[in-house]
């Protein structure tokens, strides 16, 4: 059974029990797709996607959308008063895995918005890029640029 969907674009529609039923999506690149809805032919680039707050903005044939996803779940949690209020604040960011900080973006008193990278971490000859999950102030900065880290050490304290 097809997944229904409700969307809100641009903070003006709402559309409800939307479905994929019927759309071919075919990928041209990691950013551009050729979209098939209704026998209607579409091209689309992706501009922006959050997965944790289920947006996207497209850019579909030339024109600019700005859509809020919700399934069923959002909906049932939405109806029964259990949704989370405005901005996730978290208080403090450990490192998910050993490695070296190669950098540190922020300092404390610094206010910060969920997406906003706060280090760069390398674990596994690889880069990580640890980003704020919420908005919040920067209270503390316990590490330094060059330091060591164990997984689950305090890397930035949030207030």
């Known amino acids: 059974m097809p997944k229904k969907y409700s969307a809100r674009v641009n903070d003006d529609f709402q559309f409800d029990e939307l479905s994929t039923t019927g759309l071919d999506v075919i990928s041209i690149d990691e950013k551009h797709f050729h979209l098939i809805k209704d026998g209607k032919s ?3 680039e992706l501009i922006h996607l959050d997965p944790l707050r289920k947006e996207v903005t ?22 029964m008063g259990l949704q989370v209020k405005a901005g996730l604040q978290l ?12 950098d540190i973006l922020v300092e404390a008193g610094q206010a910060v918005n969920a997406g906003d990278p706060l280090l760069i971490l390398e674990a596994m000859k690889m880069e990580n890029v640890i980003k704020a999950l919420g908005d919040g102030v920067i209270k503390e900065v316990p590490i330094q640029k060059g330091a060591a880290v164990e997984k689950g050490q305090l890397l930035v304290g949030l207030e």
């Open 58 to 79: 497209l850019k579909i044939n030339g024109s600019s959308y700005q859509v809020k996803l919700q399934d069923q779940y959002d909906r049932l949690i939405q109806k």
């Open 91 to 102: 208080k403090d960011i450990k490192a998910p895995m050993p490695g070296l900080v190669l």
């Open 42 to 44: 579409y091209q689309a």
